[in-house]
């Protein structure tokens, strides 16, 4: 076996840059249980950029805002709509882990550079992947403090509770036709990621739209990337829409896991987080082929959450609609009993469910 060059502890955290990253840092701590962590700004003396750091379990995530006009962020902002910049990626050598990286071909970001407070440090480094999204290699060994160096701690005037988010389960990147292979061989050579699974167009087709999929996972499988291309329809496909409004790759959706969907969908759903919606008929199956699950089978349909079996186990999932205004990133829910999979069963009844609300949008 060979040697992990690229060793990964976990993801560290997910950035986006936002139009507005106060009220962001609002919606995902009022709607998604998020816990204020960390904050920059103009206060803290960064005279370029906002951020508010958020935590739930071991989900970090940074909302970054352009304070002036002619910014980078405000430029991916006018381009992608809200959108995921960095996915950073916690290692114990960020130094080593950019030298492994661009000796087999990543195109570099930042050169490994080390950031320092009162704390300790922090060194961080940079590769470039699909569209504009990059991927930050981050040593926190010798870091005590809350999050980075730069950030304070954010204590606002508001409280929020968790809905139970544990860990990123996966995070899907969407790249343009034709592209999957290519990325799929760059997470594989240059990363030294694996492929777990693939996804043909026949397997998640409709009458209307087509994907394929490739799920790219690293050696101790703690990162999985799923990796989505449009295929060829009748109609268009989600992938082409997300590419059409997104302004080419980027990330599509984040599967936050959870060990009791129940409880967290019916937070999220009172707290105004919307659904895709599968219809009450997809239940008159469903436990036909899944057989028995552990949870009440009426409040899996109540919530309207999805339900899948492999040779391991089986899940339990939900798809959220698109959280900004442009139809592009949004959120799975996940709650794993032992399957690794990643819905197959469902995808027929989701992609028809995407295309309802493609249809009510017109673009489908
Ligand atoms: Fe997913």
Redesign the pocket.
């Given at each position: 076996m060979n040697k992990d060059f690229l060793p990964i502890n976990g993801t560290d955290f997910v950035e986006f840059y936002v139009g507005n990253a106060k009220q962001s840092a609002y919606y995902y701590c009022m709607a998604f249980g998020f816990q204020p962590l960390g904050y920059r700004g103009l206060e803290t003396g960064d005279k370029e950029k906002t951020s508010y750091a958020i935590r739930q379990g071991k989900v970090t995530m940074v909302l970054t805002t352009a304070l002036t006009p002619d910014s980078e962020i405000g430029e991916h902002v006018k381009k992608h709509g809200d959108g995921v910049k960095y996915i950073a990626l916690w290692v114990d050598d960020a130094a080593k882990s950019f030298e492994e990286t661009t000796k087999r071909g990543a195109k570099a970001y930042m050169e490994p550079k080390t950031y320092a407070d009162d704390q300790g440090k922090v060194i961080m480094s940079g590769i470039h992947t699909y569209g504009e999204t990059v991927h930050l290699f981050v040593e926190r060994k010798d870091y005590k403090g809350i999050f980075l160096p730069g950030f304070v701690e954010w204590n606002p005037g508001f409280k929020s509770e968790p809905v139970g988010f544990k860990y990123i389960?996966?995070m899907?990147g969407n790249v343009d036709w034709g592209q999957m292979n290519t990325w799929a061989k760059f997470y594989n050579e240059v990363m030294g990621f694996d492929q777990l699974i693939s996804f043909d167009d026949k397997d998640i087709s409709t009458e209307y739209s087509a994907l394929m999929s490739k799920v790219m996972a690293n050696d101790n499988m703690r990162i999985k990337f799923?990796i989505n291309e449009p295929a060829e329809g009748k109609k268009k496909s989600q992938i082409e829409e997300y590419i059409d409004f997104y302004g080419g790759a980027g990330v599509q959706?984040l599967?936050l896991a959870t060990d009791d969907i129940l409880h967290t969908v019916g937070e999220l759903r009172r707290r105004g987080v919307e659904f895709l919606y599968v219809p009450e008929t997809y239940y008159d199956t469903v436990f036909d082929r899944v057989g028995e699950i552990n949870e009440d089978m009426e409040e899996v349909k109540k919530l309207n959450i999805l339900v899948d079996r492999d040779d391991e186990g089986y899940l339990l999932?939900i798809?959220s609609k698109p959280v900004e205004d442009r139809p592009t990133v949004f959120y799975?829910i996940?709650q794993r009993m032992g399957a690794k999979s990643?819905?197959k069963g469902n995808f027929k009844a989701l992609f028809e469910s995407i295309e309802r609300e493609q249809e009510r949008r017109g673009t489908l």
């Open positions: 389960d996966h899907v799923p959706h599967a999932q798809f799975e996940i990643f819905g």
